[in-house]
């Protein structure tokens, strides 16, 4: 494989400023392309490798923190709670933002109807530093798409995020101080009918140093029926996907993953797909 590498200009959406026409063009052809963009002005992350669920963020924070560390840490579980709900806030200035980017009054059309009932998780990795760096980096998480309708990420200085192109090359996704990076998930692929794109990624290692990022998920609830609004998929477009509960979604991926972070095999296309 080329060990060539693009990087490309992603769009920052600047949260401080009203959301200009021409800013939602390019968002939206960037989250046609790439489905990833950064976001800047939002209030700033933090920290080891957890699983802390909405919507009660500091009882989840609480219970792996009594696990992890055998005592009582209310400060660390405060802050994770901070954390959780600032992301949720955040989560839905961005959702509103893209559904603008879709069209008009799309945000006021579908925001309440199809994304109130939205909830988030973090995931805080720590990637332990490779022993020996073969062929200029190791694996530290493989290739896959996100269950979630959009990501939220903090990576810290390290680097070695990679989305990968329409074209099958990898494209680095360097960090950008003061923004957090967004990505489209596979719940909002769906929903959009494709017009939105969940593009695969991974995070290669590329120095003997620690990495730590930290991933909030923003998702549909379970029992969630996804089916892009008509207006959405466009009259004369073909819809193609078949409408599915968000929950079968999340347990077909469960049984075809083989390890807790593997390259995934299978997407929405493949569960849901209208071939
Ligand atoms: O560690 C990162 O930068 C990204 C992590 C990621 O893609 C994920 O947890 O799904
Ligand atoms: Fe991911």
Redesign the pocket.
Known sequence: MSQLQISVELPVLDLSQPAHPSFLSTLSRACQEWGFFYVTNHASPYFESLKVSGPDFFASAKASADVLFAQQSSEFSEILKEYGIKMMELSKTIIKIILMSLGNSYERKFYDAEFINCHGYL?L?NYTPPEMVEENHVEG?GM?T?MSCI?V?Y?DEIGG?QMRSKDGQWMDICPCENSLVVNIGDLLQAWSNGRLRSSE?R?VLKRQVNRL?L?FFWCFEDEKVILAPEEVVGEGSPRIYKPFVCLDYLKFRESNEEGKFERIAYTVKDFAGIK
């Open positions: 995931r990795v998480l896959h996100d990501t990420v990576q995020l990624h995070v990022s991933a």
